[in-house]
């Protein structure tokens, strides 16, 4: 018996094909928003449900740590404070004044690191957002009752313009 292929190729070689819908993914990640054509949203909504149904499993799989911080003591204006030291050779320059601190720290328990890892393989790294932890503290809890999938929803737009492409908004729940 032939069996038959489990994604689509798209018109696309595979590296640009996958490539493609990491960009879709991260930008759905990140907007819970976006248009594309009707064969690339129903792509990008397995893998948009599998991403968050793994948030969903390890969401709360960490422990709280205590870790001891050192930084730079900050003055009332938010400036580190300096303090004037003497060389060796008897030149004196600025040093930056250190206190060490502890704080409270998520720590990963091996499962959710793995998770973590998996996500950060599908989604594109983005400046100033991390995707990961939207998953996780944004997103998981929005939909931690709910059953298993249909975490994602595709809205036929009609054809496009230029081309006749069937268009789709694929948008999170």
């Given amino acids: 018996m032939k069996k038959l292929a489990t994604n689509r190729k798209l018109g696309r070689p595979t590296d640009i094909r996958m490539a493609m819908l990491k960009t879709l993914t991260t930008d759905l990640i990140m907007h819970g928003k976006v248009e594309t054509t009707l064969a690339r949203a129903k792509e990008v909504k397995a893998m948009a449900d599998s991403l968050i149904s793994l948030a969903i499993k390890e969401k709360d799989n960490f422990e ?53 890892r998996k996500m950060m393989k599908t989604l594109n790294k983005v400046k100033d957002v991390d995707l990961t932890s939207k998953l996780f503290n944004e997103i998981a809890p929005k939909y931690a009752g709910k059953n298993v999938g249909g975490y994602t929803r595709i809205i036929k737009a009609g054809p496009r313009r230029g081309d006749g492409a069937e268009v789709a908004i694929l948008q999170l729940i």
């Fill in 64 to 116: 709280m740590v205590d870790v001891k911080v050192v930084k730079a003591k900050l003055d009332a204006k938010g400036n580190k404070e300096t303090e004037l030291v003497k060389s060796k050779n008897g030149k004196e320059y600025l040093k930056v004044v250190k206190e060490e601190t502890t704080e409270k720290r998520q720590k990963d328990m091996p499962s959710r690191l793995n998770a973590r």
